[in-house]
Every structure is written in C-alpha cells, then in structure tokens.
C-alpha cells in the first residue's frame, strides 16, 4: 500500500505570501502605490478575532496597510453599512472584507452587496459570484481559490478529470464547482441529500470536501490514486477529554488510498490568507491600472 503524498499548504502559502511581497514591492516602487485591505469585525466572536489578527499581521508583512475596524456587537445595520461606502470611496483602500458571521440583527446579504466590486476581496458579492458563474473574470473566494491553487501544483492539467464537491455552501461548494468547471474538469457537486455517496466518489479522479462533518469521507469510498482536498476544520472531544482539529476526511483511512491528500491543520487553511492578500494586490493593480 503506498502512501499519498501530503499536500503541504502551510509551506505553498509561506511561499505564495513571499511572492506577494515581491510583487507589492514592484507596485510600490513603479506606480507609487501600497495595497490597502480593510477588515470590519463586529462584535467579539473568539474565533474571528484570531482570525482577524491573523489577517491583520499577515497583511503587513506582506508590505501592504491593514485598516482594522473592530465594531460593538450592537452596530446597526446603517451604521455598518455607513461604514463600507466611506470605505468604497477611501483611494488609499482597495481591498474591503466584512467578517462573517454578523449579528443576528445585521443583514449579511445586504453588508455584503454593498461593498463596491472592485473592493470585494472576499468574492461574495453578486457581481463577482455571477461573473465567476459563467467563466468571467471576478474575485474568487479565498479558500476555492487555494483549493484551486493546490490542486494545480499537485495535479498539473486538471483538464477531463471528474471532481467531486461535496458541498454546496455559497463560500466554498458552489464556487469551487465553478472553478473546477472553468478547469474543463467534470464535476459533480454532492450534498447532504445525495444517495449513496460512497459509490459516486468512486468514480472521483479529484475530491474537494467541504461539507462541515468530522472525518465523514472513508478511505474506501475513494477511487486509488484520487487526490483529495479537505476544507473541513472541527475540533473534536478525544476519548482523554483534549480536543484536537480534524477534517471533513477520514485521513487515517484515505492516506493509503490518495495519491496526494490536505492534512488538518496545515493543508487549505493557511491558503485563504494568502489568497485574500493575492486578490488584495490584484485589486490595487486594477484599481491604478
């Protein structure tokens, strides 16, 4: 039984962050101009404050100004909303990110379709997800886009491959489809409704889990040699009461049947920084043409 290769996502994305720093460097110096990212937090969620601060150091690393926004959880709508055309129409931010999730009382539709296209990062808005739809050019949502990103350095031409989604969240599934669509892969985007599971990822050159359930993929639904991508991040009580983070795949059981598979932690996670700093770069390159 041969062992997958491990898809090393934490060293893929230190390298990508470094190149990103190259390039903003060359922006700089040539057209005078730093990339701005803007990051609204609103209220005190744990795990968005991690993430934030995260996004915050990694953006200044990378050369480019962080404008950090921590609002009460009481904000309302309006002023939210207030918040993001100010940011729309600031020259010095081209990038703008809203943390979800928002408060129970916040419309997370309308925060995010009024961030100016140009500005959304993120690639929620309606503009972006259309454009991304039919195979045009738009910001693609961070962690797709790692996924994507990995896939091609593991896989090389993904062109007729059949990859299976399992996931069809607005952040990742449905995105991700449209990426692999866009790749000339086939694709199937399986759900929590899907009948018999197992057999369908038999046929899968590729697997993409992002269905949000603990080591839910096994080992021997998967086709030998496919190349699996877990997006799934849950922490876990063990049997000693410690908890620790597994993904949406079974890896124990997958990694003597992959060919190449994401570990967690340390596989798609650290991508989706790096790749909110990549859009954040592209972004201030449209913006100055």
Not at 205 to 221: F, H, L, Q, S, T
Not at 260 to 266: E, K, L, N, R, S
Request: net charge neutral.
């Amino acid at each position: 039984m041969s062992i997958a290769k491990i898809i090393d996502g934490k060293l893929f994305a230190q390298n990508l962050r470094t190149d990103i720093a190259r390039r903003v460097a060359e922006l700089k110096d040539k057209k005078n101009v730093t990339p701005g990212l803007a990051v609204i937090l609103v209220g005190n969620d744990p795990a968005s404050e991690v993430y934030v601060r995260n996004k915050n150091k990694q953006t200044i690393e990378a050369g480019m100004r962080s404008f950090e926004f921590n609002l009460p959880a009481e904000t309302s709508e309006e002023e939210l909303l207030k918040r993001i055309f100010e940011l729309n129409n600031n020259p010095e931010v081209h990038g703008i990110l809203v943390q979800l999730p928002l408060p129970a009382h916040i419309n997370e539709d309308a925060v995010i379709n009024a961030i100016s296209p140009a500005k959304d990062v993120d690639g929620f808005t309606i503009l972006n997800v259309g454009k991304l739809a039919i195979g045009g050019d738009a910001f693609i949502p961070c962690t797709p886009l790692g996924c994507l990103m990995l896939l091609r350095d593991s896989v090389g031409d993904l062109s007729g491959k059949h990859a299976i989604v399992i996931g069809r969240s607005n952040i990742v599934g449905k995105p991700m489809a449209a990426l692999l669509l866009k790749e000339s892969c086939t694709v199937t985007i399986a759900h929590s409704k899907t009948r018999d599971l197992p057999s369908i990822l038999k046929t899968a050159d590729i697997v993409v889990a992002a269905v949000g359930r603990p080591n839910m993929v096994k080992g021997e639904w998967l086709k030998q040699g496919a190349v699996v991508i877990d997006v799934g991040i849950n922490r876990i009580t063990q049997p000693d009461g410690k908890t620790k983070l597994v993904g949406d795949v079974d890896f124990a059981s997958c990694e003597g049947i992959a060919s190449a598979i994401t570990p967690v932690p340390g596989g798609v996670g650290p991508m989706t920084i790096a790749c909110l700093l990549e859009n954040t770069l592209q972004a201030a390159k449209n913006i100055h043409g």
